[in-house]
Each structure stands twice: as structure tokens, then as C-alpha cells.
């Protein structure tokens, strides 16, 4: 958890420094994410909330995303990614939006991904989404190899 606190730290600087916010929607990671932002002190002042979108239901009730909108989308994909960082920036009006969605392991998903598949997605002043593939069945390994990336890519684009 070191390491992800240590990103928390940089990204926390870079959102402070510019006065923006940010909310997370997780999924795979299960709120790593959120507990590495939250565990920087004075997470208050950027981060307005998260959450964790694990099943359609956490879809449909947490990110008001209903079936028809996912209609030639699945999880897992780069544009379900895109999706979900944009709305749920759009929904606690916040100036970033970070989003992860994958397969942990041990084994793959229901779409074919292979366990260690991770799509992640920032919306805000900057876009960006990433495919990871660590090629791991090692659920807890790949929990924390998609937070790590995840808030990596968040700094590289919150640092621009």
C-alpha cells in the first residue's frame, strides 16, 4: 500500500495546487483507489466521493448508467472505462474522473478476459485510457497492479 500512498501524495499536491477534485468509480480494485487518495491527509479538499461498481446493479443504482446506454459496450473494455470516468465526474461535478474495470483472477471474466486484464480511464481537463495485462491469476497482485497503474495514469495526466 506504500507505493499507492506515494502516487496518492503526488496526485494530491497536483489537485490541491490547482484547486480540483476528483471521484472514483472501481471496480476490480474494490476501492483501493479511494483508499489511497483518502489516506492522504486533507483528502477533503480534492476528493468528493467514489465508488465501487462491481455488478449491473452497482452500474445501473450507484453510476445511473442503464442497460440501454451499454448497448454495444461490455465491462471490462476501454469504452466502458471512458464511461464510467466521465459520469462519475459528471455526477459529483468534479474537475477529474477515474475509473478501473477488470479481471482480477483467479480466472478470467465472462467476456473472455484473461485474469489480470485492467481498463482504466481519466475524463477530465486531459482524457486518457490504458489496457494493462499483467498475464497473473494472483487476485491480491493484480488488485493492487490496477490501482497502482490506475493512479499512475491519473498523475501523468493531472501533472500536465
Not at 489511497?36 to 450507484?62: E, I, M, N
Request: glycine share 10%; with cysteine; net charge neutral.
Amino acid at each position: 500500500m506504500k507505493d499507492l500512498v506515494a502516487l496518492a501524495e503526488q496526485i494530491a499536491a497536483q489537485l490541491v495546487a490547482r484547486k480540483q477534485t476528483i471521484a472514483v468509480a472501481e471496480s476490480s480494485t474494490g476501492g483501493l483507489i479511494s483508499a489511497a487518495l483518502l489516506s492522504v491527509p486533507g483528502a477533503s479538499a480534492y476528493f468528493l466521493g467514489g465508488a465501487v461498481v462491481y455488478t449491473r446493479d452497482a452500474r445501473r443504482l450507484l453510476m445511473d448508467i442503464p442497460d440501454e446506454a451499454m448497448k454495444g459496450i461490455r465491462s471490462a473494455s476501454e469504452p466502458y472505462a471512458k464511461l464510467l470516468a466521465g459520469q462519475i465526474r459528471q455526477r459529483f461535478a468534479t474537475d477529474w474522473g477515474l475509473s478501473e474495470t477488470g479481471a482480477t483472477g483467479p480466472t478470467g471474466n465472462r467476456y473472455g478476459d484473461a485474469a489480470g486484464h485492467s481498463c482504466m480511464a481519466v475524463a477530465g481537463p486531459a482524457q486518457a485510457v490504458f489496457t494493462l495485462e499483467t498475464g497473473s491469476a494472483d487476485r491480491h497482485a493484480n488488485m493492487h497492479a490496477f490501482a497502482r497503474t490506475a493512479l499512475g495514469l491519473l498523475l501523468e495526466n493531472v501533472s500536465k
